[in-house]
């Protein structure tokens, strides 16, 4: 199994990115997949979930309005998308691979995770 993010970089604050999160290894339409972040000094933070056929779907209540993730069965890739960034997204995010096909906020119910790609938001 493999989980290859990418789309991080520097941003100004008010400013998008679009993670994407590409998948080998395993069915991926069979599995939740989520987004994780963590900033230095923090604990991991379930960012947005999203179950195997995009009928459900979870936003942290400190990204949503702002964030919203998706995924292409076809091409085996879940995305992030991240509107009006902020300094305190400033974080590495990573994806997650659910041990099933419904999404669940704690880290035992994933058994496999991306390196991560860093996100910086700062003017």
């Known amino acids: 199994v493999q989980l290859v993010e990418s789309g991080g970089g520097l941003v100004q604050p008010g400013g998008s990115l679009r993670l994407s999160c590409v998948a080998s290894?395993?069915?991926?339409?069979?599995?939740?997949m989520s987004w994780v972040r963590q900033a230095p000094g923090k604990e991991r933070e379930f960012v947005a979930s999203?179950?195997?056929?995009?009928?459900?779907?979870y936003t942290a209540d400190s990204v949503k309005g702002r964030f919203t993730i998706s995924r292409d069965n076809a091409k085996n890739t879940v995305y992030l998308q991240m509107n009006s960034l902020k300094p305190e997204d400033t974080a590495v995010y990573s994806c997650?691979?659910?041990?099933?096909?419904?999404?669940?906020?704690?880290?035992?119910?994933?058994?496999?995770w991306g390196q991560g790609t860093q996100v910086t938001v700062s003017s």
């Open positions: 997650a691979k659910s041990r099933d096909s419904t999404w669940s906020l704690g880290p035992r119910g994933y058994d496999y």
């Open positions: 290894g395993f069915t991926f339409s069979d599995y939740a």
């Open positions: 999203i179950n195997w056929i995009s009928s459900s779907s």
